[in-house]
């Protein structure tokens, strides 16, 4: 039963009006549902089916009298209706059970508390309705519920009315100015308390501005605040788009399926993305919230004000949002280098989890042409590479004239549900004659094809012409369905430098004057040759600056050229990118390598990263003009995922023997230079969540992480001793978990006193404790030692299948996000993942298709794991009782070529 993008219709029946009443009780909460309905007249008379799901049907009604109804496959379908434009009333009575309702989607019980989640097809868990998005309706929502029990009652949109009831009851009644699809109605019933904010709009209106927590978490309510109110104002200033409500809610619950969800008016967030205090949180932690806070407040206008047309046009909302989070973010960073930090950030996530989906079997275009569970396709493809296709526009038309795609945008669809072909429209229409406009239908590929296309450049040098030519031609592998791609418009900012590391200023072939010294090409055919003139000697190319479209830039870079990159290049992308080939080079020849085989103990001894490269780190480490940030991100190695990326075959094992082996190679090469740099990067007065003061943290903590495996080598006790005391007096969680991650990825000694000891002090705090789980879970593994840990975390009696955040921390960080652990040449954690898929299946689908894609890649492990990883998924696939979301995806898997 897939859905396909060419099968859309408009809805029959139009709903204008919802009246909601909810008698809330976990057990057998009651909804009646008062709608006017109306015939669409430009679509051909059908019945009117309404989506439902898991529903308790007592009464349908029309106009007020008895109708006559039938079920076909879990819709509730109605004939011989009214069919004057006036419409007509019907009304539903329904219960549900929310305390039974695992799976989090719909109404759904969390500690006490009620919560909905509707995106995308949760509302027909509630009450039967038109469950697609482009059925936009106005909402009146009444809420009665015990008083004692749930003294807060929420709804979106304004509070008109709210009062005692009998018997200990009370309600409330909210209005929803705005029209809404269904995916955006929320309800919050529990007992709360609200961090409240009054603000002023640039517009001059008042807004009132809340966060929702349990009693108890107030005081880590201020963070969030802040990235609200400066969220608010950014999109101000930014896109002159103002809040559209006097009241705006974020409320917070610990059982979350993803990040947040934007409801109109009354976002719901995962704890994870709301509370923070110095205490509890991490740097880290800090960012996401702010990022997610902007990204669900944003959507206010690009989602909700303008929504997709159907879930095909997901990234319509998604990849907007996300470009517009991005850039939210940057500006906040401020300098010019904290942006790139981002930036770096930001591909690093696209590269080691896009990249590989889109090479895979769930590969899918930024706009899908087929799904069998949409819930599937909330995918990083969707968002993050969707969010690339909105950069590349940005980039095609400039940062004012995508202001004014933005502007029509709209001036054209305000209110609408739309499509992706009517946002490229727009921008394109408000920047006629761009890069863009003049090449839209070819531009639009990159919603139509998926797979990531290759850039491969080669240029030659003419010493006695002074000329330069650089040759970039594309192609782009098969994706499933897809068997050939017509060529991708691609942005390629470049520019060149001479050997000496200084920028060359860029004069084309009948250019009369040198230019700037970067500028953007494009590239929009199979090939394209460019002549460079008055270049005095071979050029070192610095191209695809920024990562300025989503590809795989392939060119035969010397070592020494990519030296010259990481000195000198001014784009900062590039220059941390170069550092990163050359790792990876180191590596990729490592892993290939017979002679520098690992020992017995699966250890290479052998230097893999030469003098020089260590040298070009150990200058960059050194270099006062450099943030911390952007130095530790230099230092990072590649990840064992992106290093499997680049290999036809897998062993997972050698990669990640590799990989630990240049970690320890950075450490000791560098021993004393990460000494010189923990000293210097020391916080001096009071915790702040900046990127600079974070920026330092990090260096901090990877000074640390190094100094602890050197010293774990040389069976020194100094700097172990040193971070065991940092872990006991640090001021924040930052500096504390990052001498905890050190002492146990260090495999210490100390290691298990500090975990414990860490455990004690932050039992009653799920968000730390859920740190605590992670960091075992996804430590390196030491002859297969994390597999057994995590085994014994399971019957922890903090572990807890049913919440998701908890799932994740422990199984998801050894499955998905520990490869070196789960994939055991005994095949004993795949066996752990078949059990894990199968049990979180039976609980939550949505969650159980996350952990069953940890195998996408299993047709490119090496033997004895891609077979055994292929028995593995035969035997989920093999159960008679899955979920349409697990069998979608191991569906997929196994028709891997
Ligand atoms: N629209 C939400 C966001 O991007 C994500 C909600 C996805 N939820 C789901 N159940 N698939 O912030
Ligand atoms: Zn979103």
Partial sequence: TAHHRGDYQAPAWWIDTVELTFDLDPAKTRVLNRMRVRRN???????????????????????????????????????????????????????????????????????????????????????????????????????????????????????????????????????DPHKKPCYLFALVAGKLVARQQRITSRAGKEHLLEVYVRPGDLGKTEHAMHSLMASVAWDEARFGLSLDLERFMIVATSDFNMGAMENKGLNVFNTKYVLASQATATDQDFSNIESVVGHEYFHNWTGNRITCRDWFQLSLKEGLTVFRDQEFSMDMAGSPSARAVKRIEDVRVLRTMQFPEDAGPMAHPVRPESYVEINNFYTVTIYEKGAEVVRMMHTLVGRDGFARGMKLYFERHDGQAVTCDDFAAAIADANPGSELATRLDAFKRWYSQAGTPCVKAEGSYDAAAQTYTLTLSQSCPATPHQPSKLPFVIPVELGLLAQDGSALPLQMDGETAPGTSSRTVVLDTASLTLRFIGVASPPVPSLLRSFSAPVRLDYAYTDAELLTLLAYDSDAFNRWEAGQRLMLRCAINAIAGSADAPSAGGQFDVEIMGADLLTALRRTLRDPQLDAAYKELVLTLPSESYLAEQLDVVDPQRVHAVREAMRLQLATALQSDWEATYEASQDTGAYRPDAASAGRRALAGQSLSMLCLAAQASGDAVWPGKTLQRFKD???????????????????????????????????????IDKWFALQAGSPDRGGNVLPAVQALMKHPDFQLTNPNRARSLIFSYCNANPGAFHRADGVGYHFWVDRVLALDAINPQVAARLARALDRWSKLAEPWRSAAQAAITQVAGHAKLSKDVREVVTRALETP
Avoid at 60 to 65: A, E, K, L, Q, R
Avoid at 731 to 744: H, K, Q
């Fill in 730 to 768: 640090a001021g924040n969680m930052t500096d504390r978990f990052g001498a905890l991650s050190a002492l146990v990825t260090s495999g210490h000694p100390h290691a298990a006193a500090a975990l414990a000891r860490f455990h004690a002090l932050f039992k009653d705090d799920a968000l730390v």
């Fill in 41 to 175: 007249p430009d679509v051909a008379l059908q019945p009117l089916r309404l989506d439902g799901d898991e529903l308790n049907l007592a009464r349908v009604m029309v106009n007020g009298g008895g109708t006559s109804f039938r079920m076909d496959a879990g819709q509730l379908v109605l004939e011989n209706l009214p069919q004057d434009e006036a419409g007509f009333d019907l009304e539903i009575f329904t219960t549900c059970a929310p305390e039974k309702n695992t799976a989090l989607m719909g109404l759904y019980v969390s500690q006490g508390t009620f919560f909905t989640q509707c995106e995308a097809e949760g509302f027909r868990r509630i009450t039967y309705f038109l469950d697609r998005p482009d059925v936009m309706a106005s909402y009146q929502v009444l809420l009665r519920a015990d008083k004692a029990a749930y003294p807060v009652l929420l709804s979106n949109g304004n509070l008109v009315e709210q009062g005692e009831l009998d018997g200990g009851r009370h309600f409330a009644k909210w209005v």
